[in-house]
């Protein structure tokens, strides 16, 4: 019987995660709370001590039928007659560790690229711990923060291995209770998934490590609420035609004009009320609220939430953080507009926070922001870059992609052309008006439309958010038409007004709207 990796608690030896707490006790009550193995790493006591501590903790973990595995030191695992070891890329090579302590031993792992793991399993290391999955404090000397992404690369990459459903896959590195379903979720490759999480300061370093363990476990048998609540159907043709949208989109219109879902928008100061009317007009229900400590009571309404970077403050980015973990916990929608991503330090630190802090559904942005999303931007772009706009369709098109794929989301770069993807199926759309880039917030409030769609469409998230695009787009283009239009000033009263037209048509079953897509 393989071990069960469910929980894999990693002990810490040093004074800002124990507190001066009993390691034994944590130990205990994490077992209790859950955890299904233990390796105990102690990386500053003396050996006489390490060989102490460890056949304490052994004595709990044979009580509770737990494997206890030793981080590095092969002697002291010897010496208390332990399940197994840990080894990092910097120790003892497997083909030793494993003529020391023969066949039965669990040696574990460290990998954090597709070449350590591919070494390791060919090598026949029972499990890899792979990671660093994000920066941790705890460990402060890691090689690379890999993220989710990084974890299912390698994921894909080894299921290709022979014999390698037999190598156990764990991650590593700043996973709590907040982002472990994301990480999880995010991580999976279609061949071979995480069979647990390896956790030292979310257990070690909790007030409560017996509740906090039971909590993750929870977690991580549970399916997370936004992936039960994304039905994306495996049936979803490559490409989207004319015909396709021609067939779907006017039903969805008609379905949120029918609906009026709750659209919450924390959103800057600049386009709150433009972004209430669009809403109103594409038939959402709107509400302004940047108040994180009211999201959870928001997000049991249905609706759906956009987070927008627009007025960057640390005070807004914990409000955006729980909001964000709020609609997570029960499957709502999130879009985020990642405004001026790139452009200063905080907002580079605001997209990763808000990156790791939780999942999105959308992530949208222009040209720029989606570069520095993507994480091209800045010192890699110059020379190849010199300023907005330069990417072709068809660099836009493989970057979108991209993105989506390693998010596991869609993404949306706007512009000119708004290029659209779910990491698989990839859509331009041409249409839309120069006068949309002449008033404030209009990518604001597509964002905001796109999150309405959202709320009433999760058949096939893609979809919902192609809807959205047309429905604004082809409204800007009807208002610029209109006689009474002759710049931006007239054009939005225009637009809202042909917002909602299209809207009540879409409620009557009017279908001709849709013809205009390009
Ligand atoms: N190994 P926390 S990261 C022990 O990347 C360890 O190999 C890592 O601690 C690796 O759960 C890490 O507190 C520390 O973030 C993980
Ligand atoms: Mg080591």
Known sequence: MPPNYTLYLVTDSTAPILKGRDLAKIVKDAIDGGVTIVQYRDKTSDTADLIRTAKELHKITKAAGVPLLINDRIDVALAVGTEGVHIGQDDIDIATARKILGPEAIIGVTASSE????????????????????????KE?????????????????????????????????????????RVLYQSHS????????????????????RTAAQHLYDLILRAPAFARAIHQPSSLTATITTDLIIAQVPKIAKALAEKTPLCHN?????VQNIAANVALCVGASPIMSNNGLEAPDLAKLGGALVINMG????????????????????????????????????RRNGVKTLMAGGYFDLIKG????IKA????????????????????????????RSLAGRERCLALMTGSVDVLSDGRRTVAVMNGHGFLGSITGSGCTLGTTAAAYLAVHKEDTLMAVLAAMLHFEIAAERAAARDEVRGPGTFVPAWLDELHLIKQSSLKGDEEWVREAK
């Open 141 to 181: 000397n890691t090689k690379s923060i890999i993220g989710a992404s990084g974890v299912r690369d390698i994921l894909s990459r080894i299921s290709q291995l022979p014999n390698s459903e037999h190598v156990g896959t764990v991650c590593i590195g700043g996973i709590n209770a907040a982002n472990v379903q």
């Open 266 to 270: 924390m959103t800057n100061l600049v």
């Open 115 to 138: 070449e350590e793991a591919i070494a390791a399993v060919k090598g026949g290391a029972n499990y890899l711990g792979l990671g660093t999955v994000f920066a941790t404090p705890t």
């Open 190 to 209: 279609p061949d071979k998934s995480l069979d647990g999480v390896a956790v030292v300061s979310a257990i070690v370093g909790a007030d409560e490590p």
């Open 311 to 346: 007025t960057v403050t640390p005070e807004g980015l914990s409000n955006n953080l729980q909001a964000l973990r709020a609609y997570n916990a029960v499957g709502g929608p999130v879009v985020f507009d990642p405004v001026g991503a790139g452009a200063t330090q905080q």
């Open 373 to 400: 999303v993507a994480g091209v931007s800045g010192e890699q772009m110059r020379g190849v870059d010199s300023g907005p706009g330069t990417l072709s369709l068809e660099e836009k098109c493989a970057m979108v």
């Open 366 to 369: 222009n040209e720029m922001e």
